[in-house]
């Protein structure tokens, strides 16, 4: 079996859903063991924070990937890698509205209008909602090419996330600045010229792959 | 087990730090034995030395002191690294022998003192002081020190010295953190002669009762409960006394959000977040934060009649 076969099979579906869920079980790990440190909130929230960028980086490197290597497999896989991202958006979001600010909902309110990096974390999380419901076969058919449009929002909101990461450190903008620059080449690769580059390289690495 | 004499512990003292590490170590077992031992690796604190003669003294708090594990291993010390956990996994390269604090500027008698003869300038109390980080964390530490005053005095400023700079050490051999441009080094921070001669300021040597561990600022830092963590400069090996307000390191980095005063104040945000509250670690629920971090008795009257809001 080649690599476009073995990526479409069940199993690698099975796997990355497995992969995927990771995080979160080191979580619950560390929980159980007292390995979240001194300040085990800050570091759930980090934590979730941190897989959720890696979701959204890793959905929009589907396209990329494909065009470069061929492999058309791999779009079937990106519903699922949304989700993903979108459910770590969701623990982070509960974490910061429970754990962190433990429903005082009027200075959650307070936050959202005064703190930039909140304003647009919120507004991320709160763009992804749609994509999250419309994510299903059935709402994509009813949709038509309005599904596409709707959801070209996670550009978008993936830059907002890197902002939202950009505003909150203290004085390293390292770690930041990395999420940033992969999402620039990310969204670069989708410029039609490097798009069609990326393609014309695809059936050299198919074959060799292959 | 050795039996310890009367004053080698201190009467506020309620936890050892060899239950601590008890605890700890019984945790890294555990940890082991669901084959994780890997997660453990960061943050062993070092086998400290215990300093004989610490007196008690009347600085108390009726408030859980915050566990020698956390306040080793939960530090912001830049030099070793911009993450918590980077300190209490770096700083072993720190050299705390021989150690020697030059104490110069607007001074009738500057001197190089050694760390041995510092610690033995006046006599070593125990203090248990609150300490809020600017980031929106606190805690309880029992310092063991002597006050900033006492070198003071024996420094014999002249009438120029208006302000007290402290110089941390810079050695990117020793110090993997300066190596990055994270922030301008060495790291500087100051105070107006006034709040480097309040009784609550306090050269600490040590913690728990121990040699002051090296992620924690080893072997002598300034500790000021009322400010904001940062403005208590770690791992000091200079102190010159100046006549105009020092230009600190953070103020440098970011102005607008450093000030040079940074005390603890409930009223002014930090531009990116709320000072309103703060999370004391060990904690669920975040408290309020108190006004000078809750010594407004002591150190109010300071700052009579100045805007707080503008000298942030």
Redesign the interface.
């Known amino acids: 079996m080649n690599v476009q076969g073995f990526v479409s099979t069940r199993a690698f579906k099975l796997g990355l859903f497995i992969l995927c869920l990771f995080p979160l079980a080191r979580l619950v790990?560390?929980a159980v063991?007292?390995?979240l440190?001194?300040?085990p909130?800050?570091f759930i929230t980090r934590s979730t924070g941190t897989w959720t960028m890696v979701g959204l980086l890793l959905t929009l490197s589907v396209t990329p990937l494909r065009r470069l290597t061929g492999w058309t497999a791999l779009v079937r896989h990106r519903r699922m890698l949304g989700l993903f991202a979108f459910f770590y958006a969701s623990l982070h979001f509960v974490t910061y509205i429970w754990?962190?600010q433990?429903f005082d909902l009027a200075?959650v309110a307070?936050?959202i209008v005064?703190?930039?990096?909140i304003t647009v974390g919120f507004a991320a999380f709160v763009l992804l909602i749609p994509l999250a419901l419309t994510s299903t076969q059935a709402m994509m058919r009813r949709l038509g090419r309005r599904w596409q449009q709707l959801h070209r929002l996670v550009y978008g909101i993936a830059i907002l996330g890197v902002l939202h990461y950009l505003?909150?450190v203290?004085?390293?903008l390292?770690q930041p600045l990395i999420y940033g620059g992969v999402l620039a080449l990310l969204l670069g690769a989708r410029l039609p010229r490097v798009a069609g580059l990326l393609q014309g390289m695809a059936p050299r690495v198919a074959s060799r792959s292959g | 087990m050795r039996l310890l004499k009367p004053n080698d512990i201190s009467p506020s003292e309620i936890t050892p730090p060899e239950i601590y590490r008890e605890r700890r170590r019984f945790m890294q077992g555990s940890i082991a034995l669901l084959g994780g031992a890997a997660l453990a690796a960061a943050g062993e604190p070092q086998a400290a030395t215990r300093i004989a003669g610490v007196r008690a003294s009347a600085y108390k708090l009726d408030e859980d002191k915050t566990p020698y594990k956390d306040v080793t291993t939960y530090n912001n010390f830049y030099e070793f690294g911009t993450g918590k956990d980077d300190p209490a996994a770096n700083a072993h390269t720190l050299r705390t022998r021989p150690w020697t604090v030059r104490v110069e500027g607007e001074v009738k008698k500057a001197r190089t003192w050694d760390i041995d003869a510092l610690m033995k300038l006046a006599p070593l109390e125990e203090r248990v002081y609150r300490m809020r980080c600017v980031e929106g964390w606190s805690m309880v530490i029992p310092w063991v020190g002597f006050p900033l005053a006492e070198l003071i005095r024996r420094a014999e400023p002249t009438g120029n010295a208006k302000y007290v700079e402290f110089v941390t050490l810079n050695d990117p051999k020793q110090m993997p953190g300066v190596r990055s441009r994270v922030l301008d080094w060495p790291y500087i921070e100051g105070l107006r002669m006034d709040e480097a001669m309040h009784p609550l300021t306090l050269m600490a040597v040590g913690l728990y009762g121990e040699v002051l561990p090296k992620q924690n600022g080893a072997p002598i830092r300034l500790v000021v409960p009322w400010k904001y963590g940062f403005k208590s400069a770690k791992s000091i090996v200079k102190i010159r006394f100046v006549e105009r307000q020092p230009h600190t390191t953070w103020m440098a980095a970011a102005p607008s959000e450093y000030g040079f005063y940074s005390n603890v104040n409930p009223q002014v945000d930090h531009p990116r977040w709320s000072q309103a509250r703060e999370r004391r670690i060990g904690e669920f629920l975040k408290r309020d934060t108190l006004m000078f971090n809750g010594y407004g008795a002591q150190v109010a009257s300071l700052y009579r009649g100045m805007d707080l809001q503008k000298y942030f």
Not at chain 1, 114 to 117: A, Q, S
């Open positions: 790990v560390l063991t007292g390995g440190g001194a300040n909130i800050e754990l962190d433990f200075s307070r936050d005064k703190r930039p990096f505003w909150l203290k004085q390293d390292t």
